[in-house]
Every structure is written in C-alpha cells, then in structure tokens.
C-alpha cells in the first residue's frame, strides 16, 4: 500500500508532511499507520518511497524507524531493509500482563486524584459505550473504551506511565484487530468498567487498583481465547 494512502485509509491526496516538519510529526504519521492496521505485519517500509510520500529525506525515515525499531513497531535487519514488526500471540499476552500493572497504577491514583466532574465524565462515558454496544456498533464500543482508559490517565495525571502505557496500547491494538472478539467480552468490559469507576468515585483507590487489575486480567484472558478460536484449538503457552 502507498504509505500516504495508508495514513489516510483511502487514497492519497498529497503529501501528509509539510516540508521542514520535525521528526515527531513524521514518526506520529508512520506509528498511526501501524498502530491503526493501515501498515500490516511484515510489510516492507522502502525508505526512498517513505521519504517521497513524506515529503522528507531519507535520513530523516532512518531516524524514524531507528526510534520505531526501539519502541517494538519495526524490524530493521542488515541488507535487507525495515518491515512492520508481527507481533506474536505470546508477546501479545506479555503486553496485556505489563498493562495489567500499569493501569492498575494509574487507576488506584486517579481515585485519590477524581474530582466531581471527572466522576460524571467518566459515568457518561459509560452511557455512551452502552448505547453503542446495545446498537450492535462494536466499533463504535472499541473506539469509546480507548477514551475511557484515556480519561482515567488524564484524571492520574502521570505523564510517564502515560508514554510507557501508549507504547504498548500501538503494540496490542495491532494484535486484537487480527484474532476474532471471544463471544460476549464487549458486555461484560461494561459491568467492570462499572465497577472502576464506582471505587474512583468512592475515592478507594484499593479497590479501583483491583477492579482495573481484574478488568485487565479478563482482557487478557478474552484475547487467549480469541487466539485459540481462530486456530481452532487451545492456546499453547
């Protein structure tokens, strides 16, 4: 695929990169692209075209895929050029694992952090997903639950679990688009998200701590049984 058709997810228009933009902006382009699915696993990233379709040098694309490369998105090998890194269904579930942790974290501060408009954001941002589950738009319930955990690290304010916890979210939204939902996940997240915000709205930082821990450990455990149904047997760890 064209790598400015595929930071768009349609065709290309132009290029995406003003010319003198700084590697940031490059990087967020090309990490969206893969992080979005737009990049598949193992496709080939050709720096001349990159740069091209970028607006920008080749050198300034090394850099970038040498900070990609870091973060677990890209794999450069000698003579051989860089690719969108596949990642595996065990890695998958170490990620779930370290997010587990991280987030427990993050929720156990926001309910000391929670004020009272935080605690309203937070319920209608459960209203909204329920509409949207109950309106069959799965999609539209993946895109709201991202928000959520987002409100939630807002309300924590703690920038660097913050960037540790968007490294992996680019890693795992990449696997979860691949193995099919496991059969009623989407309707029980509701009832933990339920659960998380009740103890943030309590002030219990314990018990928000536990409920995102168990919310997380379920996600974990929903994928594994994602990976097994679309092989067709039990997931071999």
């Known amino acids: 695929m064209d790598l400015t058709e595929a930071m768009e997810g349609g065709p290309a228009h132009g ?33 001349v075209d990159m740069a091209k379709q970028l607006n920008t040098n080749r050198a300034n694309i090394r850099t970038a895929l040498a900070v990609l490369e870091s973060e677990g998105l890209v794999r450069r090998e000698a003579n051989r050029g860089a690719r969108v890194r596949l ?18 974290l993050i929720a156990r501060k926001a309910a000391e952090l929670a004020t009272d408009d935080d605690v309203v954001f937070l319920r209608q941002s ?16 993946s895109a709201l639950n991202g928000d959520f955990h987002r409100a939630i690290l807002r309300i924590a304010n703690n920038e660097t679990i913050g960037r540790l916890l968007a490294n992996l979210r680019h890693q795992l939204v990449r696997v979860q688009s691949r193995p099919i939902p496991a059969p009623g996940r989407a309707a029980k997240s509701g009832g933990e998200h339920l659960r998380i915000v009740e103890a943030i709205a309590a002030r219990d930082p314990d018990a928000a701590e536990q409920a995102m821990r168990t919310h997380l450990k379920n996600v974990a455990e929903g994928l594994k049984e994602s990976f097994a149904m679309n092989r067709g047997g039990p997931f071999n760890s």
């Open 15 to 47: 290029n995406e990169v003003p010319p003198g933009e700084p590697i940031s902006l490059i990087l967020k382009h090309i990490r969206d692209a893969i992080a979005g699915g737009r990049l598949m696993p193992n496709e080939r990233l050709l720096e």
């Open 87 to 104: 990642i595996s269904e065990q890695e998958a579930l170490e990620i779930a694992e370290a997010r587990l942790a991280l987030e427990g």
């Open 126 to 141: 459960l209203d909204a997903m329920r509409v949207r589950l109950e309106a069959g738009d799965l999609i539209g319930v």
